[in-house]
Antibody
């Protein structure tokens, strides 16, 4: 059974930083591109970032480009999202997603507020 | 970037009704599309992959169709547990992969 477990969310002040982690199990993590998707309160789903299976290619939505960094450690079956210069509009539940498998984590809430 | 236009944004329906939701892609995406159901406070759950393949464990009242630029999710007989928000997601070529805006299915 595929499991994706996010951690690292919380309350942070504007301009602050946070690192999200996603621990994966139940599939060959190193064979799949991985993705971060977020959902602001009461809003739809927003595709945030992606990383190829070997980490060699990354993608960022314009809204987070230059502020967020996606990475992965295939030896630890873990996906990361380093978030810096956080803004109020980054407040959302962040999901770790293995899109081609159709599996999502339970999400971790990031709240950016003073 | 490929844009996904999903309609309607919301609908009201009764138990037993047939419901249809549409996603239109701004360019051809073959069948690289999935449909997701999301209930409040929960992560999305994939119902359909490859435009028309039913995810294991998903009731057969859900079906998907389409290819290229026009896609449809159909619920043949709406059940109480189906009241939720539905999204399409295209994953053709390199990211960004894009979601439709969502369709909220409410009780009439």
């Amino acid at each position: 059974e595929v499991q994706l477990v996010e951690s690292g969310g919380g309350l942070v002040q504007p301009g602050g930083s946070l690192r999200l982690s996603c621990s994966a199990s139940g599939f060959t993590f190193s064979s799949y591109a991985m993705h971060w998707v977020r959902q602001a309160p009461g809003k739809g789903l927003e595709y945030v970032s992606a990383i190829s299976s070997n980490g060699g290619s990354t993608y960022y939505a314009d809204s987070v480009k230059g502020r967020f960094t996606i990475s992965r450690d295939n030896s630890k079956n873990t996906l990361y999202l380093q978030m810096s210069s956080l803004r109020a509009e980054d407040t959302a539940v962040y999901y770790c997603v293995a899109v081609l498998l159709g599996d999502w984590g339970q999400g971790t809430l990031v709240t950016v507020s003073s | 970037d490929i844009q996904m236009t999903q309609s309607p944004s919301s609908l009201s329906a009764s138990v037993g009704d047939r419901v249809t939701i549409t996603c239109r892609a701004s360019q051809g995406i073959r069948n690289d599309l999935g449909w997701y159901q999301q209930k409040p406070g929960k992560a999305p759950k994939r119902l359909i992959y490859a435009a028309s393949s039913l995810q294991s464990g998903v009731p057969s009242r859900f079906s998907g169709s389409g290819s290229g630029t026009e896609f449809t999710l159909t619920i043949s007989s709406l059940q109480p547990e189906d009241f939720a928000t539905y999204y399409c997601l295209q994953h053709n070529s390199y990211p960004p992969w894009t979601f439709g805006q969502g369709t909220k299915v409410e009780i009439k």
